[in-house]
C-alpha cells in the first residue's frame, strides 16, 4: 500500500508538471507569434493635439520658425529628425528648456499645451520637404567662386570672420539663405556688432566683436587677426550697429546663379 501510494504521487507530480510545461508553451506561442506589435512599440499616434498645438505654435513660436514651421530666424523643422530633437518628449523638453542662446524657454506652457505644440512640431517631420529649386552642384561652384571661403568655414575650409556654414542648411530655411543673399542686413543675429576703433597712437582697427567688457574688448578683422584692446588707451570708439562685411548679392548674381547658390547651402548639414 505504501509503495502504491508512493507511485500514484509520482504520477500527479509527473502530470502536473506536464501540464504546466504545456501552459508555459502556448504563452510563449502566444507572444510571439499572435501578438500584433512588438511588446514595447511605441503608439503612432500623437500624444498631444497637433491641431490645439499649431494654433499655440503660430501664436509663440511663428516669429522666429515662420507660420508653417518652415524657417526664419529659426531653424526649418520640415525635418524628420530635428537637430536637437528626435521624438515629442524631447521636443517638449526643448520646448521647456530653449536653447541659448536664440531659443529662449517656455515655462509658461502647460502640460497640455506643451504636448499640443510636441505633437504639432513632431508632425512638421512627416511632411514632405519643401521643395528647393536650383542645382547644388552648381551652386557649389557659385559658392567657390564668388570669394564666400574667405569669411565662412564649411566643412573645415575657409576663414571664420563671418558665421560658420557647415550646418546651415538646418539652421535656417532657403527663403532665409535668399534673404541673406540679397540683403545681408535685414537678417543680422542680434548679438553681431562691427566696430571700429582708432588708438591713440593713430592704428584703425575695424572689426567684429568678439568680447567686450568694461575695461577691454575684443575684434577680430576681415583678414581673421584677434585684437584685444584696452578701453583708456583708444582715441574712438564707434559701434556700427546695423551695418555687416558681407556684400549683397542681388547685382552680381543672376536669378540662377542665385537659385543654385540657395540650394547648395540648404544642403548642407542635411542628412543625406
Not at 58 to 87: F, K, M, W
Request: overall charge positive.
Amino acid at each position: 500500500m505504501k509503495l502504491w501510494h508512493r507511485e500514484v504521487g509520482r504520477s500527479s507530480h509527473r502530470a502536473v508538471v506536464r501540464t504546466a510545461a504545456a501552459t508555459l508553451a502556448s504563452a510563449i506561442v502566444a507572444i510571439f507569434f499572435t501578438h500584433p506589435t512588438p511588446l514595447h512599440a511605441e503608439p503612432d499616434t500623437p500624444r498631444g493635439d497637433p491641431a490645439s498645438g499649431g494654433r499655440l505654435f503660430e501664436r509663440n513660436c511663428a516669429g522666429c520658425h515662420g507660420i508653417e514651421g518652415t524657417g526664419g530666424r529659426g531653424p526649418n523643422l520640415h525635418r524628420p529628425v530635428l537637430a536637437h530633437a528626435s521624438n515629442e518628449e524631447e521636443i517638449a523638453a526643448v520646448i521647456t528648456t530653449g536653447i541659448a542662446p536664440d531659443m529662449p524657454a517656455s515655462p509658461f506652457l502647460s502640460e497640455a499645451e506643451l504636448a499640443d505644440v510636441a505633437a504639432y512640431v513632431y508632425s512638421l517631420g512627416r511632411l514632405p520637404p519643401v521643395a528647393v529649386p536650383g542645382d547644388a552642384a552648381k551652386g557649389r561652384l557659385v559658392f567657390e567662386r564668388s570669394g564666400c571661403l574667405s569669411c565662412h568655414i564649411l566643412r573645415g575650409e575657409g576663414r571664420g570672420y563671418g558665421p560658420e556654414l557647415t550646418n546651415v542648411g538646418v539652421a535656417r530655411s532657403a527663403d532665409r539663405l535668399r534673404q541673406t543673399l540679397l540683403d545681408p542686413k535685414s537678417t543680422l543675429p542680434e548679438n553681431f556688432l562691427l566696430v571700429e576703433v582708432v588708438t591713440r597712437t593713430g592704428q584703425t582697427l575695424r572689426g567684429a566683436r568678439r568680447n567686450e567688457d568694461t575695461l577691454t574688448l575684443q575684434l577680430q578683422d576681415a583678414a581673421g587677426v584677434f585684437y584685444s584692446v584696452e578701453k583708456s588707451q583708444l582715441r574712438s570708439l564707434s559701434r556700427l550697429k546695423g551695418e555687416t562685411p558681407m556684400p549683397s548679392f542681388s547685382k552680381t548674381l543672376s536669378k540662377r546663379q542665385l537659385d543654385d547658390l540657395v540650394a547648395y547651402l540648404a544642403q548642407q548639414g542635411q542628412n543625406p
